[in-house]
């Protein structure tokens, strides 16, 4: 892989609860725990184990980021704050809180890139 642009938002995704019980054996397969941190830019989120998010949790993060991205408010769309919200897990099992940090880069669709490779 040769990463060649740098990205404008950085996220930080946390499990904060489960909608069931203490623990996730017998629902969540990706074995979330409370605690567990994932970040990313534009790829997929891992955590510090290098184990990456569920995908079925991934399909409901991407369009919220592809929002902040774009310039939009997450309180818009029942956010706590423009740059966070929490989302449970299609499962109906874990919440995950999703945090953007702006990292102060130009836009990938403004931006003034060199396209002739």
Known sequence: MKKWYDETYEWEIEV????RGTHTEGYCR???EI???YTCTYGCPV???GQGICSK???MMFPVMEA???GGDLMNIGGNSKYSK???CPDGCVI????AKALGNENFYKGKFNQSY
């Open 96 to 99: 995950f809180s999703l945090k």
């Open 57 to 59: 949790v991934m399909m």
């Open 30 to 32: 990706n074995g979330e």
């Open 47 to 49: 955590n510090a184990s």
């Open 35 to 37: 605690g567990d941190k």
């Open 16 to 19: 904060v609860g489960f909608l």
């Open 68 to 70: 902040v991205r774009s």
């Open 86 to 88: 929490e989302i449970v």
